[in-house]
């Protein structure tokens, strides 16, 4: 098993959430999301040094088909954003029912859909960072697909 902590990020329109593990690798905490727009990428890597993150999960929004939508195409556009101002690798990783799992974390710790709002895209994020976590600490392996970047 790899150590270094990992960074993850729910990508939305209004918010990318964030999550860090702990050096080991074991566990998933939130950090405060960071506001979406043309900075937001620049952002993400700054907290990723800060934290000296050894890779970056982006939470791809696959649908229940297996088809890319907008949303997916969204969040291949701005990993594109972060793989140009960084080289802490980045892997894309099936994000497939992480909010309905945060929401419904959220909600059995007493917490409305309303309320939930301004938390839910790291909420996201540390339910895919945990379920990746533990993921490769069962398999040995990293999961996800690394993004390649052009030279």
Known sequence: ??????L???????????ARSDPRGVLAVPLDPV?????????VRDIAIEYEAIEIIVGLPISMSGALGAAAEYTQAWVDQLSAVTE???????????????QRGLHEAGR???SSRAVIDSASAVV????????????????????????
């Open 1 to 6: 098993m790899r150590t270094g902590v990992r």
């Open 8 to 18: 993850a990020c729910d990508v939305g329109k209004a918010r990318i959430g964030i």
């Open 35 to 43: 506001k979406a727009g043309e900075n937001s990428a620049s952002l």
């Open 88 to 102: 802490i690798p980045i892997r894309l990783h099936d994000e497939r029912l992480t909010t309905v799992q945060a």
């Open 112 to 114: 409305t859909t309303k």
């Open 128 to 151: 895919l960072l945990q379920t990746c976590l533990d993921s490769e600490r069962s398999s040995g392996l990293p999961v996800g697909t690394e993004v390649r970047r052009e030279n």
